[in-house]
């Protein structure tokens, strides 16, 4: 295989692939890139067995053929390149020349035959979503997620399509992040699989304001083409909690305040938790909130916010971080708390959007 083309443009192209390659391999080939020619183009495929991530960029094939490489040593060298065009050439040794303007590099490749197949998916353009609307999505819940590994179905984001809707919704036990919007492009289908976190954050990474992405769901993966780069993923087997069990119904009494207010004042209040002491107390009055923080052996702090509220007076105690995590992601000016009492959850409800944080001792 022999290629000519863009520094810049091969970067691109180690970039949208590279991120999936684990240090942590079991297999020598899983840490290489795979670069295959056809016709005028060079595609691009790294994978761990779960997460595949595939992509073509425009080069000048000299010689069709296969090589791969070592994932982190080739981005490296690519990476510090001066810009101009550069020659990858693979040799019939496995040996991979990289030449430019008085440089030249030597590594040492794989053969394409060790590395694993990209899977095949038969059926296509499934779903069709906004990539700005999937990334909106994704932001709003994915921090939700659960990342311990003795609870693997929520180890990643439920997503759901059913009667032209999008559903994504992420849990970790303790809170619940929830987001649905209408397909611009309807379809029949309906799905329900959970994928994996570390696919959403590869899926979120390559997402742009503009463009679609096409999902495809085969027998136990699913497809992503995010503006042609292909990130195909396995999903998580198991059944995901029933979480309309666990949704109250909207309260006429809400807390009406400035979200960046509420965001600002957790934040400072956060500055004085430990491991073994991380609530914080919200006690809620009609015309404020006041937010304190009592960590023994560290210190104490208080703060008022005013706040919009006709309900009885109430103190309760939240994992600051869980709302710290909400409030950074949503956009809205003005937010509508519902507090419930002093062991029930916590909830913001916006159009087709709601989030739950379960409260702590104090």
Known sequence: ?????????????????????????????LSNILLETKKNTLYLTATDLDIGISCEIPVEVILDGAITVPAKRFSDIIKELPSGDVVVHAKKNYQVDIEGNNFRFKLIGMPKDEFPKFPEFKEKDIISIEQKTLKEMLRLTSFAVSHEESRYVLNGVLLEVAENKIRLVATDGRRLAKIERVLSHPTSKEITVIIPIKAIQEINRNLKDEGNVILSVGLNQVLFDVGGILIATRIIEGEFPNYQQVIPKSQAEKIVMNRQDFLSSIRRANLLSTPDFQAVKFEVFNNKMVISKTTPEVGESREEIPIEYGGSELVVGFNPHFMIDVLKNIEEEQIHLELLGTDKPGIIRLKDYLYLALPMRI
Not at 1 to 29: E, F, H, R, Y
């Open 1 to 29: 295989m022999k290629i000519k083309c863009s520094k810049d443009v091969l970067m691109q192209g180690v970039q949208a692939v590279q991120n999936v390659v684990s240090p942590k391999i079991t297999l020598p080939i």
